[in-house]
């Protein structure tokens, strides 16, 4: 199964895509974690993306050429942050055949919530105040630091980053609404139910 997931940053596609992987062997291949993991280790990819950020051009062709070396090869695996644009889905057709797009649906507002009381630690735990809290108040159960938001998480700036993502996603997802392999997922719902839905329409003809 070659699977992709579109959702707007807060719609839950992580946790889904974790569960996927675990229970179904599909391989979770985030591209903003693996770029910002390119980033950090200064590899040859990640100096071009960190120094051609503003040239889009060129970077849909290095991120393109990394999505073929990540999935040549692989038979069952989901995408989460590729393809962003209609020609990196057109150029993902070139390369193999997709056989469904999940796009996760939920209201800004929901999103809002949710995203702003997300809570960080340095040593990489994250929490939720609302639905996975820490013990003591905005403290690191593990290592006892201080917790923190991601500038992310700031309400201003998660509405640009949905704005961004409706604007830049639509023709992807009307794309893949033509060629009618797009799956709408509820995923207001519970992580359980959502996933109760995914595996449904999975193999669901
Ligand atoms: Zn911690």
Same mark, same amino acid.
């Given at each position: 199964?070659?699977?992709?997931?579109?959702?707007?940053? *807060? /719609?839950? &596609?992580?946790?889904?895509? #974790?569960?996927?992987?675990?229970?179904?062997? +599909?391989?979770?291949?985030?591209?903003?974690?693996?770029?910002?993991? #390119?980033?950090?280790?200064? !590899?040859?990819?990640?100096? @071009?993306? &960190? /120094?051609? /950020?503003? *040239?889009?051009?060129?970077?849909?062709?290095?991120?393109? &050429?990394?999505?073929?070396k990540i999935i040549k090869g692989r038979d069952n695996f989901i995408l989460d942050g590729y393809p962003r644009?209609?020609?990196?889905?057109?150029?993902? $057709?070139?390369?193999?055949?997709?056989? =469904?797009?999940?796009?996760? %649906?939920?209201?800004?507002?929901?999103?809002?919530?949710?995203?702003?009381?997300?809570?960080?630690?340095?040593?990489? #735990?994250?929490?939720? +105040?609302?639905?996975?809290?820490?013990?003591?108040?905005? !403290?690191? $159960?593990?290592? @006892?630091?201080?917790?923190?938001? =991601?500038? $992310? $998480?700031?309400? %201003?700036?998660? &509405?640009?980053?949905?704005?961004?993502?409706?604007?830049? !996603? @639509?023709?992807?997802? %009307?794309?893949?609404r033509r060629k009618k392999i797009l799956f709408k997922i509820d995923s207001s719902k519970s992580i359980e139910?959502?996933?109760? #839905?995914?595996?449904?329409?999975?193999?669901?003809?």
């Open positions: 199964m070659k699977i992709i997931i579109i959702g707007p940053p *807060g /719609s839950g &596609k992580g946790s889904q895509a #974790e569960l996927l992987q675990k229970k179904l062997r +599909l391989k979770h291949i985030p591209l903003g974690e693996i770029l910002r993991q #390119e980033i950090k280790k200064n !590899t040859v990819i990640g100096k @071009k993306v &960190k /120094s051609i /950020s503003m *040239g889009i051009l060129a970077q849909d062709y290095i991120v393109d &050429k990394l999505i073929n644009r209609l020609a990196q889905a057109r150029y993902l $057709d070139k390369i193999i055949k997709v056989d =469904r797009v999940f796009l996760f %649906d939920i209201p800004k507002n929901l999103i809002i919530k949710r995203l702003s009381n997300r809570y960080v630690c340095m040593c990489g #735990e994250t929490y939720n +105040l609302l639905s996975k809290k820490p013990k003591k108040n905005l !403290t690191c $159960d593990k290592c @006892k630091k201080k917790l923190y938001q =991601r500038d $992310d $998480d700031k309400i %201003d700036v998660i &509405k640009r980053r949905i704005e961004l993502y409706n604007k830049q !996603t @639509k023709p992807v997802i %009307d794309y893949y139910n959502v996933f109760n #839905e995914i595996k449904n329409k999975l193999y669901k003809h």
